[in-house]
């Protein structure tokens, strides 16, 4: 059949009310998921010849709240304030007038104050000179503290960085321009100046993520493609309000979170929760008692594989439910809070320690249903504003919980989804809501939870645009280095300091500016701050 010849799909007022059955609703539904299918080729046909494609679906409208709007005042006439009055001036130009007549009075000054910048070549050719002491001993001018034997000086490197990594300026481009201004430099040179030599940046990324960690009640996660040497891989983002790190691997398992979330380190750990883990996944009880006739062990990780051979664990899952066991047992065990909920968009990976849900995620199942008839389409209308009449239920609870409330709200949340309406894919979307009631709900045991996880979509945003203008990285030092500075810049913007500042005082030694991970545990343990962890 050509994908022109679209079959005509008979409404639901067409078919007499006799040979209306369950059956009849389901095939209908299941034609109009095909026809769906099909305008999904055609716009992908379209695509592919230059034509405009459907437009796509709009966002969640749950946090444009309606009733806000009407109940808002007007807004209030803002006080115009000075812009210059606390610019620091580097000059000052009295200009009189010209053709003074004598005898005129001096009256005081009108101010115009113009903002700029100097761009201009400084090069400096160092003497170091060389003396030869009465004893023949030779000695050597040292060069000044900050040169530090580099051939391009402190703010050309501050500035290089902070175009490629902050302004996302490609390599070519920033080597153009500095070559305008008549730098001399070498491709290597710059991609030198930008990926080499930085452990010290590296060590303060992974601490940001410990001092996180340590200090939080709960966390945003998310991940997004990220390919590099020409293969698909995957970048994966933990952060809240207070911190975000971002780590580029080959896998977006289970496993490799945990691994994240070691923080650093290489260790399985068999402990009480670990082997708790293994018995919630029915790992077989054979191969627990074995594991359990260990007692609490660390094996390091170069050791791992072997220990599971030795103990005759081959099977691919079963070697799969002993790694996350023991990952999971070794990041409680350096001190991560077990009571640490995890906000994520329901990616299964993420389903670890106290797992809480998006609930723009969980609502977009609903706007992506569409009804064949009025009836269907009135009854996706409905339990829509159903659930933003609850969101925003939810939200006020967080402002002032209650047990009262709580208990009213957990048992609507049950009516919701009881709903039976006449549209079969709805119902199901519904149960599958109810399925997920735990994880959606979790706020109402835990208050300061968010209730999206649109922090995280933000943060992530910053490398979805880095892959569209660069595409994928080719080193390894390229794609450690572009995890690092993504992690300190936007960590650096939470804790209100400029990514300038930060680079200017790391590049320069200055100790003006604390380690980040430090920063994140002052601002934790402040009342403003995010939730500590709890006990």
């Known amino acids: 059949m050509s994908l022109k010849v679209v079959p005509k799909i008979p409404k639901l007022s067409e078919i007499p009310s006799d040979q209306v059955s369950p059956v009849v609703l389901n095939l209908l539904e299941i034609c109009h998921h095909f026809q769906e299918l099909f305008h999904g080729l055609r716009d992908e046909i379209a695509r592919l010849k230059g034509e405009k494609a459907r437009p796509k679906i709009k966002p969640s409208k749950l946090e444009d709240d309606p009733k806000d709007k009407e109940k808002s005042e007007p807004k209030k006439p ?9 610019l620091e001036i580097h000059d000052t130009i009295p200009l009189p007038p010209k053709g003074l007549p004598v005898g005129s009075r001096f009256k005081g ?19 170091m000179e060389r003396w030869i002491t009465p004893t023949g001993e030779c000695l050597v001018g040292k060069l000044p503290a900050g040169v530090d034997g580099e051939h391009y000086n402190q703010p050309l490197r501050v500035y290089i960085l902070h175009q490629y990594y902050h302004c996302l300026v490609t390599q070519p481009l920033i080597l153009e321009q500095i070559r305008e201004w008549g730098i001399k430099m070498s ?5 030198a100046i930008l990926i ?5 940046y590296h060590a303060e990324k992974e601490d940001i993520l410990r001092a996180g960690l340590e200090t939080s009640s709960y966390v945003h996660v998310d991940d997004t493609g990220a390919r590099h040497q ?7 983002h933990i952060g809240n309000e207070l911190f975000a790190y971002f780590a580029s691997t080959q896998s977006k ?8 979330l070691r923080a650093g380190a290489d260790d399985y750990v068999l402990n009480e929760e670990a082997l708790a883990y293994m018995r919630a996944q029915k790992l077989p009880q054979f191969l627990l008692d074995r594991l359990i006739g260990m007692g609490n062990k660390s094996i390091e990780g170069k050791e791992w594989s072997a220990f599971l051979a030795d103990l005759g664990i081959k099977d691919s899952r079963h070697l799969q439910i002993a790694t996350e066991g023991a990952l999971l047992g070794s990041v409680l065990d350096h001190g991560i809070n077990p009571n640490l909920a995890i906000v994520s968009d329901d990616a299964g990976q993420f389903d670890i320690l106290r797992h809480g849900l998006c609930w723009i995620h969980a609502e977009r199942v609903f706007v992506k249903l569409i009804g064949f008839d009025d009836a269907q389409r009135a009854a996706i209308e409905k339990v829509r504003t159903e659930i933003w009449d609850y969101y925003r239920e939810l939200k006020a609870y967080k402002s002032s919980p209650d047990e009262e409330k709580k208990a009213l709200l957990d048992a609507k949340f049950d009516e919701i989804c009881a709903t039976k309406t006449c549209f079969v894919s709805l119902n199901l979307a519904l149960q599958r809501m109810h399925r997920n009631k ?6 109402l045991e835990r208050p300061e939870l968010p209730l999206n996880n649109n922090l995280s979509e933000r943060d992530i945003r910053e490398y979805v645009k880095r892959r569209i203008i660069s595409g994928s990285t080719r080193s390894t030092d390229g794609r450690r280095c572009r995890d690092t500075f993504a992690s300190l810049k936007k960590t650096s913007r939470k ?16 100790g003006d500016i604390a380690p980040l991970g430090e920063l994140i545990r002052r601002h934790a343990s402040a009342p403003s701050g995010c939730q500590p962890a709890g006990p």
């Not at 491709?187 to 991609?191: C, E, H, P, R, V």
Request: glycine fraction near 10%; charge should be positive.
């Open 109 to 127: 000054y009108g101010y115009f104050t113009q903002q700029g910048i100097k761009i201009s070549l400084y090069n400096v050719l160092y003497m």
């Open 230 to 236: 020409g293969h698909n891989g995957y970048c994966t």
């Open 253 to 260: 398992s289970r496993i490799n979170f945990l691994e994240l």
């Open 438 to 443: 735990a994880e959606l709900l979790l706020v």
């Open 187 to 191: 491709a290597g040179q710059l991609s």
């Open 78 to 86: 803002r006080e115009r304030r000075k812009k210059t009055a606390d």
């Open 196 to 200: 080499k030599d930085k452990e010290k």
């Open 495 to 510: 804790l209100g300091i400029s990514f300038w500042d930060f680079l200017s005082a790391r590049v320069s030694g200055r």
